[in-house]
């Protein structure tokens, strides 16, 4: 059983995976929102399965206009 798959960060809102920490995050010890470089969205991004990525964005689309409560 493999158990290395590689898991990339996504944001949900636009489904780009250029992700960082936000500019101001100095509260290391904390859980670190993460931060969209596309679309400035913040948050705690859902990881994803490299492989998966494009099944993600595509869940995205079709889900455009429902808000990401369910996370
Ligand atoms: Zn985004």
């Known amino acids: 059983m493999k158990n290395n798959k590689k898991y990339i960060k996504v944001c949900p809102q636009c489904g ?4 960082k920490i936000p500019p101001a995050g100095l509260d290391i010890k904390m859980t670190q929102p993460d931060y969209c470089n596309e679309c400035n969205n913040r948050g705690i ?4 399965e490299e492989e998966r990525v494009e099944e993600f964005r595509k869940e995205l689309k079709k889900k455009d206009n429902k808000s990401l409560s369910g996370v």
């Not at 780009?16 to 992700?19: F, G, Q, Y």
């Open 45 to 48: 991004f859902p990881e994803v």
């Open 16 to 19: 780009s995976t250029i992700t």
